[in-house]
């Protein structure tokens, strides 16, 4: 009896891997493809089925890094990383300091602010698109990072300070007491005691505002204008404007697997910290 348990328990989680891997390969099978394409030739891309190609050659790389206009997708890479670095660090950081005051903090209007802040997670982003780009021109924003950069420092996302605030929630303040008794000021327990185990929080806001930013397609084409500062969504749209003449499908596919690279490389680095953090702050509150 034992024996045909332990079969049935072993049976049944050999299915369940193996259709787990079917279904990981279904997911994963669309970015395979992307990346065994930008190995093909235009006329194989679009004469052949196969998965694999029929030569392999870096040829569309070299081609598409090239761009075929005034500059190469070094400098759009640049770009991305000059309006991504700096809107990620600010959103941390503000992010953490407005959940560590309605976390650990009793002031007046407390209630009314956090449910003014919950409320504007309700707010669909296309409703405030007009009012936000009125704002950016009067200030004189419009082509420059700043629409991006300056909310991060001033905490305009919502979701973020409400993730964390969940997160901090879990901590027992009895740390906050213990430091206070040491001597510690609230900057420097925040700081010295809270922001070490705020670890996992931290990750997880800094790989979805990296995500989102660096792959931002539509607040980039709104408020940036000029060629030369174009992010590389932007400069992805711009190679595949049937306006410059035959277009090199290889060659953006190839730009496409550059421009996935770093979202890629900074989730599976940070991973263990991104599935605690999430985790964590959904379940402690």
């Known amino acids: 009896m034992l024996d045909q348990r332990s079969m049935k328990r072993h049976l049944s989680r050999f299915v369940t891997y193996v259709l787990l891997c079917l279904f990981g390969f279904v997911m994963i099978y669309p970015l395979l493809w992307l990346f065994m394409a930008t190995f093909k030739t235009d006329n194989e891309l679009f004469s ?47 992010s953490a300091l407005v959940a560590y005051g309605f976390a650990r903090f009793s002031f007046r209007f407390k209630k009314p602010l956090f449910t003014i802040m919950i409320a504007t997670l309700m707010l669909p982003n296309t409703v405030i698109v007009i009012p936000r780009y009125l704002i950016f021109r009067n200030l004189g924003w419009l082509d420059s990072y700043l629409p991006f950069i300056v909310p991060a420092i001033l905490a305009c996302y919502p ?50 505002q990296f995500i989102w930013t660096w792959g931002d397609f539509f607040n980039a084409l709104i408020y940036i204008t000029t060629v030369k500062k174009y992010t590389l969504s932007l400069a992805l749209r711009m190679s595949i404007d049937a306006t410059g003449g035959v277009i090199s499908w290889n060659q953006i596919l190839a730009m496409s697997v550059v421009a996935l690279l770093p979202p890629a490389i900074l989730f599976f680095s940070a991973q263990r910290y991104f599935v605690e953090g999430v985790t964590m702050s959904g379940i402690k509150g």
């Open 159 to 208: 979701f973020f300070i409400f993730m964390m605030i969940q997160f901090m929630r879990g901590l027992p303040k009895d740390l906050d007491e213990s430091a206070y008794i040491d001597g510690c000021t609230p900057f420097r327990t925040f700081v010295s005691v809270l922001m070490p185990l705020l670890k996992p929080a931290l990750f997880s806001v800094a790989i979805f």
């Open 48 to 94: 052949s089925v196969s998965f694999l190609p029929k030569s392999v050659s870096l040829q569309a790389y070299i081609n598409g890094w090239k761009s075929g206009g005034q500059y190469t997708y070094g400098r759009y890479i640049a770009n991305t990383l000059l309006l991504t670095i700096p809107t990620v660090f600010f959103t941390v950081t503000s």
